[in-house]
């Protein structure tokens, strides 16, 4: 048990807990660990998915209050009807937020930095606020400017500044890499706490087979189009090894540049998401991320507890923080094509290079674990409510 002065009452703001995604998994590790280890009492308050099951298992001890507000209505209206909903919506959901706030009393109130970001400061509820990114600050709401006109130029300058002053007014902003730390230089609030691996594998990879496995979904952000390029170099030069890649979207396009390309299909898989990615990676024996851009990369640290070691574009802002370059895994420079595929080839190609890089980031990547991770948070949590108001 950690050295704590009190059993903390603590309250999440997120949107959903019925899908598979990144976010909800790391929430839902954090939130067991802290109710089952620490003690704290923990709730989790939803807007969406009233009547649907949550995809990650939730300890008992964790309460769930769902409001119901429905903001995913927005998906399906027109633009000026979506303006109308929205602000209705809005209004319910601080409404609602304030009157269980005011009921639970928590010491700590943490935001998912969704919508409630608009107003949580001003809830004056007495507890701590504490925002939670798990994206960085350059894709977190941005808004390209390059191509609007003057008014849209307008409102994300406007958008951009009040965003700030909200943020400055929590008591902590989470993220979770010092390069993204660094990145918000107008504000002296902000700490860097990295996502914990989100389990232990039953055993490691053997590396015994010619096998690269990619976990991502086919999104423009996650550089599949990059990755299947870089295959495209990489699979003349090395025989026998095959690529396989695991996610949910559209393949539509990608299935497309495959045979643009020319590249083997029989060497070459697009499949769906898995419901087993600690086998993939067991079954692997070596890893690839192609982002262009990440928060974190949670898959890389996954990836390096299975054993494997790891090729990836140095990208911001997750990789370099977690892969150490040469020792258990190649960063390439990021976008570049050529690069990723010479390092897929001579990791491929160099059967000693992979064993030292994999025995090595099985080592390096116990500093995720979530004991680890936990224990910083709980260092974040004593800080600030030590502070005064």
Request: hydrophobic fraction near 40%; charged fraction near 30%.
């Amino acid at each position: 048990m950690p050295e704590t002065t009190s059993k903390l009452k603590i309250v999440y703001l997120t949107p959903a807990l019925y899908m598979a995604g990144g976010v909800e998994r790391v929430l839902t590790l954090k939130a067991n660990y802290f109710a089952e280890h620490f003690g704290y009492d923990i709730s989790i308050i939803l807007t969406e998915g009233k009547d649907k099951p949550l995809f990650y298992p939730l300890s008992e001890k964790v309460r769930i209050i769902n409001l119901n507000i429905g903001f995913e209505e927005l998906w399906t209206c027109s633009f000026l009807k979506k303006i109308v909903v929205y602000l209705k919506k809005q209004r319910q959901y601080r409404k609602m937020v304030e009157q269980e706030l005011m009921r639970l009393r928590p010491d700590i109130t943490i935001s998912l930095l969704r919508r409630e970001i608009n107003f949580l400061t001003s809830i004056k509820d007495g507890s701590k606020k504490i925002g939670e990114l798990h994206v960085n600050r350059a894709n977190y709401r941005n808004y390209n400017t390059e191509k609007v006109g003057l008014i849209k130029r307008l409102f994300a300058r406007w958008w951009s500044y009040s965003l700030l002053q909200k943020l400055r007014k929590l008591d902590r902003l989470v993220v979770l890499t010092e390069k993204d730390r660094e990145a918000w230089t107008e504000l002296d609030n902000v700490v860097a706490l990295p996502d914990p691996l989100p389990f232990v594998p039953s055993s490691v990879s053997p590396l015994s087979k010619k096998r690269v496995v990619a976990i991502a979904r086919y999104s423009h952000e996650k550089g599949i189009d990059l990755l299947l390029k870089a295959w495209a170099i990489a699979e003349k030069k090395v025989e026998d090894w095959q690529l396989e890649i695991f996610g949910d979207g559209d393949k539509t396009s990608f299935e497309q540049l495959i045979d643009t390309l020319g590249i083997d299909r029989t060497r070459c898989w697009l499949n769906g998401r898995t419901d087993d990615v600690e086998q993939e990676y067991l079954n692997s024996s070596l890893f690839v991320l192609s982002s262009r851009f990440e928060g974190f990369g949670m898959v890389i640290v996954e990836a390096m507890a299975c054993g494997l070691p790891v090729v990836a574009f140095d990208c911001p802002c997750g990789p370099r923080s977690i892969i150490s370059d040469g020792e258990d895994g190649l960063l390439v420079e990021n976008g570049n094509v050529e690069a990723l595929a010479d390092a897929l080839s001579r990791l491929m190609g160099d059967e000693v290079l992979r064993q030292s890089m994999a025995e090595k980031a099985i080592v390096n990547v116990k500093r995720f674990e979530i004991e680890t991770i936990a224990n910083q948070w709980l260092h974040v949590f004593n800080n600030v409510m030590n502070e005064k108001k």
